[in-house]
């Protein structure tokens, strides 16, 4: 994954210097201008990866319960790739 940013940002001075007004941009504009980077690149699971959280499911259970237990699962398996 390339760490390039995203944006940039750049403070424009108001009355209050501590408190900057802040202006947004595709490229890099002025020399002071802050790139910005995404804080993460989220990771899809594969169809194996569902289908293996789908079989980790108790069949036995009341739909109403194995409908719920199937969405955990994905969850649990999406948690763990994207923490």
Known sequence: MSKEPLAYRY????LNP???????????TRP?????????Q???????????????????????QFRIDVARAIEAKLKEKNT
Not at 11 to 14: K, Q, W
Not at 42 to 64: F, G, K, M, P
């Open 18 to 28: 501590e408190r900057p007004e802040w202006h947004y941009t595709m490229t890099k």
């Open 32 to 40: 002071d201008s802050q790139p910005l980077y995404a804080a993460h």
């Open 11 to 14: 403070a424009v001075a108001r």
């Open 42 to 64: 989220w990771i899809d699971l594969t169809d194996q990866e569902i289908d293996a959280a789908w079989r980790s499911v108790d069949y036995t259970v009341a739909y109403s």
